[in-house]
């Protein structure tokens, strides 16, 4: 390998080390103030990630669709809606075009926990990002600028390759 070919690998491995160092202590800040909303709830984690999906789509899943989206069997998918329905966060109907299948969105309740708790995670995030000095605030944002918004898309899959 060519030396410079090894400094590309070496830097690529520093940012990775780097950004996977970043988002893990922001992940951790931010579930900690999730988890506070979660314990005052009394929610298990299936059933907060359950009411995060379905904010974060903003309209109804039918089961099967939720299902597959939180990793859950319908039946185990199934449960965790009976609560949430019956803790108020969740409603469960029949879809108007197929009456065998049912729909579950997010009551009144249930939108006011998920804006909460996103809400937080925010607070937490920028409450970070108003404690770095204004010179590092500014060196990041220009480091990050071309990754987000440069003409590469950084986060689009690689095309597959095929073999002759």
Excluded at 20 to 31: T, V
Excluded at 113 to 127: G, H, K, P, S
Aim: net charge negative; proline share 3%; glycine share 6%.
């Amino acid at each position: 390998m060519q030396s410079s070919e090894v400094s590309a690998q070496e830097s690529q491995e520093r940012v990775y080390t780097a950004l996977s160092s970043l988002f893990e202590r922001m992940m951790c800040a931010a579930k900690s103030s999730s988890m506070t909303e979660v314990v005052e709830a009394d929610l298990t984690f299936s059933q907060f990630r359950t009411l995060m999906e379905l904010g974060s789509r903003g309209t109804a899943m039918s089961m099967n669709e939720l299902a597959d989206a939180i990793g859950l069997s319908v039946a185990a998918t199934g449960r965790v809606v009976d609560k949430l329905v019956g803790l108020g966060y969740t409603d469960r109907r029949e879809d108007p075009q197929d009456r065998r299948v049912k729909r579950v969105s997010l009551t009144d309740d249930g939108h006011r926990f998920v804006t909460t708790a996103v809400d937080q995670r925010e607070d937490v995030l920028r409450a970070i990002c108003h404690r770095l000095p204004g010179d590092v605030a500014d060196a990041l944002t220009a480091a990050l600028d071309p990754v987000l918004h440069g003409d590469t898309d950084y986060f689009a899959s690689p095309e597959p390759t095929t073999e002759s």
